[in-house]
């Protein structure tokens, strides 16, 4: 069964529609991921993570999910043009576009929809998209950062140590040798660890990354980066990217079963 939504022809997402499926919207960006990594990483993890638990979805738990086109194109902070490969949409440009995305997918009758971001400088600009689609429409879409995906265990298996794992690090690396894009570990560098320390803002915010981030302000204001990257890539593996991917994609699929739940009730209850 595919779950592509760009594969389907137009009765057969009437037939989606009926049937109440769950629209999975992956949202990456192509900019530059340091030395090493492809500049399409955040787009291919996005894209990967996203049909994995498209997968599972279909596989075991018969749940009818459909899975569109990752967005490729996205915000960056203008301080990552330096290295060349950042392609930069505007926030306003970049919330427009998602909202009338899925303000399409919600006028052809869809009510269950999860946005799934894999790109940190996303995070506030999706949320407030989801609140102006509920605003719009009364649909609540659900939003996903690929982040928080990651399970407690992942302590256990990074090789990292706190810092290691934020922009091109060991995860998205790990990933990326995981799904076989080209990956140039001769050029993978640890210089750029996050190293700042302080009782608000510590490590990254994986498993095991001292994940004391109580504060928000932008890596790139606290560390200047010498190669485009943050964290340590050096330690990355395939085997690390296949324990990740199987994370990522079970806890996206249980979330999945779980807002498919949520939104059952939210239906029953509107019932007279
Ligand atoms: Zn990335």
Not at 35 to 52: F, K, M, N, R, W
Not at 147 to 152: D, E, N, Q
Not at 232 to 244: E, H, R, Y
Request: aromatic share 8%; glycine share 10%; charged share 20%.
């Amino acid at each position: 069964v595919s779950f592509y939504f760009a594969d389907k022809a137009s009765p057969e997402i009437g037939e989606a529609v009926r049937a109440g499926a769950t629209v999975i919207v992956p949202v990456g960006t192509v900019e530059e991921h340091g030395p090493h990594l492809p500049v399409s990483a955040d787009t291919t993890i996005a894209e990967q993570v996203a049909a994995g638990a498209a997968e599972i979805l279909v596989r075991e738990a018969g749940l009818d999910v459909l899975v569109t086109p990752a967005i490729w194109s996205g915000y960056s902070g203008a301080v990552m043009s330096r290295w060349p490969g950042t392609i930069r949409v505007r926030t306003r440009v970049v919330m427009d576009l998602v909202r009338d995305v899925v303000g399409s997918i919600i006028e052809m009758g869809f009510r269950r929809i999860c946005i799934f971001n894999t790109h940190g400088h996303h995070a506030g600009l999706l949320r407030t998209v989801t609140r102006e689609l509920a605003d719009d429409y009364g649909v609540y879409v659900s939003l996903v950062h690929a982040w928080s995906l990651a399970k407690p265990e992942f302590a256990e298996l990074r090789q990292s140590e706190p810092g290691g794992a934020i922009h091109a690090g060991e995860v998205e690396t790990s990933l990326m040798l995981h799904y076989g894009r080209p990956v140039d570990m001769s050029k993978a560098t640890s210089e750029d660890l996050f190293r700042y320390k302080s009782q608000f803002i510590s490590g990254d915010g994986y498993p095991g990354g001292a994940g004391v981030r109580k504060v928000f302000y932008s890596t790139w204001g606290l560390q200047p980066s010498k190669t485009g990257a943050y964290g340590d890539p050096t330690v990355a593996s395939a085997a690390t990217g296949a324990k990740l991917h199987e994370m990522m994609t079970r806890n996206l699929a249980s979330w999945i079963v779980e807002f498919h739940d949520v939104t059952a009730r939210g239906e029953a209850d509107k019932e007279p």
